[in-house]
Nanobody, 120 residues
Framework: QVQLVESGGGLVQAGGSLRLSCAAS????????MGWYRQAPGKQRELVAT???????NYEDSVKGRFTISRDNAKNTVYLQMNSLKAEDTAVYYC??????????????WGQGTQVTVSS
């Protein structure tokens, strides 16, 4: 069994910063891409940023220059440093990872989500 557990969400004023963490645990053989998605009320879930196992990154246009994704492969953890936060960044943020458990194929796993609220 594999779990993704997020932490670090909360309430912050516009212009402030937050750092999200997501740790993968359980029956893990390998982890490929990891990423963060978000879903605002009444909107579809959207990609925020992804990072490959080699460290290559990809960002949604609206967060470029403000958010930084990173990962610690030894800890099976992905981070999202969010700076210069705006009210429109308010959403539930979800961690995502491609994981291959021992004696199994690749699966796509999701965390439970963490709320980020930016007050203007």
């Amino acid at each position: 069994q594999v779990q993704l557990v997020e932490s670090g969400g909360g309430l912050v004023q516009a212009g402030g910063s937050l750092r999200l963490s997501c740790a993968a645990s359980g029956n893990i053989f390998k982890i490929n891409d990891m990423g963060w998605y978000r879903q605002a009320p009444g909107k579809q879930r959207e990609l925020v940023a992804t990072i490959t196992s080699a460290g290559s990154t990809n960002y949604e246009d609206s967060v470029k220059g403000r958010f930084t994704i990173s990962r610690d492969n030894a800890k099976n953890t992905v981070y999202l440093q969010m700076n210069s936060l705006k009210a429109e960044d308010t959403a539930v943020y979800y961690c995502n990872a491609e994981i291959r458990p021992h004696d199994s194929r690749w699966w796509n796993f999701w965390g439970q989500g963490t709320q980020v609220t930016v007050s203007s």
